[in-house]
């Protein structure tokens, strides 16, 4: 009985089953889905720290390619050993953790850096066919960025919507939450604004269907990333679909249990907001708790 | 059939009265036959005594919400009279019982004849006191309360006051104190939920009355806690007595650390000095004077703990085992899966593993212990491998005659009820 004790896998497992929770016969069981919860924070909290440590690893990445560039604009032959050892470094430090930085080039055309030697010919999943040029800087990794999306879900769009409504079971109090939980709408706008490829998100169909794949999708906290990973559920044609279910139980999570997020990290804060804006949230969640 | 699954089960104090109870909603009642010398083979054995529908499917229409009828608990009223009374509840409702035998019946009435029907005043020569006839024994099952509307969230345990004149029902997040014989209103003496539901980080998952002090109950946590509560220190009970936790090892962190250390079920010792917690993969003994940690822990089934990630994903690592005591507190008992069950003997510290299914237990054969050794592990013969367990099979539900050495176990939908008959008295 074997099973993936990744973060990712185990964040959609959990969305999976919040979201069949509220089918389930008998109603919401709040002892199950408190308890999926603490599964969802802590595969969470496991994620953020490995983003972390991949932002810190890319920027090292980064600063090694500048040497390159600077290196190569001296003399893209010239391999004296000064040069040598910057190299060297500079693999050291692309090769230190292969595993992360490389393997999302593996669904991705992998193009590295020729010159001024094989700096990234340390990364085995990269597709050797495809030397390119080495005017051509990107990485196989640069496009998982998770700095550089940010920034196109600036506080403009975030501002815009952000209800949920909460329906106290004893009370009967509906109450209106405005939590910075991203409308369905300016979700598609802000992704839109920050991919450019992206289709409107479709008006939500029906039950959730059982393709996993669609699930780790969006439940991913930076969609781009998981369009590397995942070929087959290609963004080409989105469809927002069985994603407005999942999302739907992001806002649900999201304002249920708050006292479970952390509140320490400008990014973790970013990254729950991303993951909400990724996965085109409702307008309304209804939390019947 | 799913409905026929069993939810629970219980014996009545003396051991004559076994009850299920099922995800249909209905219950059933067996009885203890009395030994016989004619017949050596039927010694106390167990036969059906009533079936009822206890609880029916309703649909909450504010919410829209299905309540199930399925029976989450049941628990016996101490006899006072001719007649039993039990209690049943479901996600909802908690409704009284009283199971009355009829053994006699009148007759020779001067106004109507045997069948009903009204006689003929013409007919009527003479006057006749009715008598009362033996007839066939009949079990009668009647209502004679409901406790409704009082549970937000889903009612988990009941527990019958040693006063007899009270119990309480406890959901999610409060419990209520009720009066055995007043429906319409009961009294909140806990209530844990918080002012706003985002801040939630615990749940209510069993609760008991003490067994001989009717002023103290305890009350468990899906965090691994317990609270022993005094009622008469205050109205509310929020303010815990005594706090029973143990500390996180934190080398044992994982994802699922939270999942597992949620206790799943707390049973007071018949003494009353202890207290016996289940979770997922431990039962614990407690001194009620220690509040630090137990006092003794048990590993039900610790080759598990690596494969709780595959657990989660097909719930498993859901399920709520429940736990129980022998009539002398010297042994406890709890279930696991593939239809296993273990019983930990706390004096000796020799547990034993058996199984509960129809090919290993013919009718008065021993039971054959078993053994689980992990995958790779050095395997002796009929051991079963860990990833050969069967985990839709699971013994979550058992039960201990209170003075002898008989024990219920509820297999998915089969009963089974084991005697020791060497053993017959509690060492």
């Known amino acids: 009985m074997e099973c993936a004790v990744d973060a990712q896998s185990l964040i959609s497992i959990s969305l999976m089953k919040i979201h069949n929770s509220r089918t389930q016969r008998g109603g919401i069981k709040l002892h199950k889905n408190l308890l999926v919860s603490y599964v969802l924070r802590n595969a969470r909290q496991v994620y953020i720290k490995e983003k972390y440590a991949e932002i810190y690893r890319m920027q090292q990445y980064e600063e090694v390619r500048t040497v390159c560039n600077e290196i190569q604009e001296l003399n893209p032959l010239d391999l004296d050993s000064e040069d040598a050892d910057d190299e060297d470094q500079a693999r050291a430090a692309c090769c230190g953790d292969e595993t992360s930085l490389c393997h999302r080039g593996a669904a991705q055309p992998a193009v590295h850096v020729r010159a001024p030697s094989t700096l990234l010919g340390c990364c085995p999943f990269e597709d050797s066919s495809k030397e390119s040029e080495p005017c051509e800087y990107r990485s196989c990794c640069m496009e998982a960025s998770p700095v550089s999306h940010f920034d196109p879900f600036s506080a403009d769009n975030i501002r815009h919507c952000n209800k949920t409504t909460v329906l106290d079971l004893d009370t009967h109090v509906v109450t209106t939450v405005e939590n910075g939980y991203l409308h369905q709408d300016c979700c598609c706008d802000a992704l839109q604004g920050g991919q450019g490829a992206q289709s409107p998100a479709k008006k939500r169909k029906g039950e959730f269907g059982g393709c996993v794949s669609e699930a780790e999708d969006v439940s991913d906290f930076t969609a781009a990333r998981k369009r590397a990973k995942r070929e087959d559920c290609s963004y080409s044609n989105p469809d927002y679909t069985e994603t407005s279910n999942i999302s739907n139980l992001i806002s649900i999570f999201g304002s249920g249990f708050s006292g479970l997020l952390s509140r320490q990290a400008d990014l973790e804060q970013i990254c729950s907001k991303q993951a909400l804006a990724g996965l085109g949230a409702w307008t309304r969640a209804i939390v019947a708790f | ?427």
């Not at chain 2, 799913?2 to 939810?7: A, E, L, N, R, T």
């Not at chain 2, 395997?379 to 539900?397: E, N, Q």
């Open chain 2, 1 to 427: 059939c799913p409905s026929d699954i069993i939810s629970t089960v219980e014996f009545n104090h003396t051991g004559e009265l076994l009850a299920t109870g099922d995800k249909g909603g209905r219950v059933v009642i067996f009885q203890r036959e009395p030994e016989s010398k004619t017949e050596p083979f039927s010694q106390g054995e167990y036969n059906v005594y009533s079936t009822f529908q206890s609880h029916e499917p309703e649909f909450d229409y504010l919410k829209s919400l299905e309540i199930e009828e399925k029976i989450n608990k049941i628990r016996w009223l101490p006899q006072q009279n001719a007649a039993h009374f039990l209690l049943s509840t479901n996600d909802k409702t908690i409704k009284l019982w009283k199971v009355s035998e009829r053994d006699k019946r009148p007759e020779g009435y001067n106004l109507k004849d045997e069948e009903g029907r009204i006689k003929d005043i013409s007919t009527v020569t003479s006057l006749q006191v009715p008598v009362l006839k033996p007839m066939d024994l009949m079990v009668e099952v009647s209502p004679r309360r409901v406790f409704a509307n009082a549970h937000t969230y889903h009612v988990n345990s009941i527990s019958v006051n040693s006063d007899y004149e009270t119990y309480m029902s406890a959901d999610d997040l409060r419990i209520n104190l009720w009066h055995l014989d007043i429906t319409d209103r009961s009294f909140n003496i806990v209530d844990i939920k918080p002012a706003n539901m985002e801040d939630l980080t615990e749940v209510i998952t069993a609760a008991e009355f003490h067994p001989h002090h009717c002023n103290l109950f305890v009350y468990s946590s899906s965090k691994g806690t317990l609270r022993l509560c005094d009622m008469r220190e205050a109205a509310l009970c929020d303010k815990h007595s005594k706090l029973f936790e143990e500390p996180e090892d934190p080398s044992a962190r994982s994802f699922f650390s939270e999942i597992i250390s949620s206790v799943s079920d707390v049973k007071f010792s018949h003494s009353g000095r202890y207290l016996l917690t289940r979770d997922y993969l431990t039962a614990k003994v407690w001194d009620l004077n220690m509040e630090s940690k137990p006092l003794e822990t048990y590993q039900v089934h610790d080759y598990l703990r690596s494969k709780l990630c595959s657990l989660y994903e097909n719930d498993c690592i859901f399920d709520k085992f429940e736990c129980a005591w022998n009539g002398s507190d010297s042994v406890i008992m709890t279930g696991a899966y593939n239809n296993f069950f273990r019983m930990f003997d706390r004096n000796t510290k020799r547990d034993v593993t058996l199984e509960a299914s129809r090919e290993s237990s013919k009718p008065r054969a021993v039971l054959k212990p078993r053994r689980v050794c992990a995958a790779g592990g050095k395997r002796r013969k009929d051991d079963i491998s860990v990833d050969s367990l069967d985990f839709t099979k699971k013994i979550l539900h058992t039960a201990w005659h209170p003075t002898e050495n008989i024990i219920a176990i509820a297999a998915t939908n089969n009963l089974y009820i084991f005697q020791d008959k060497l053993n017959s008295e509690m060492h």
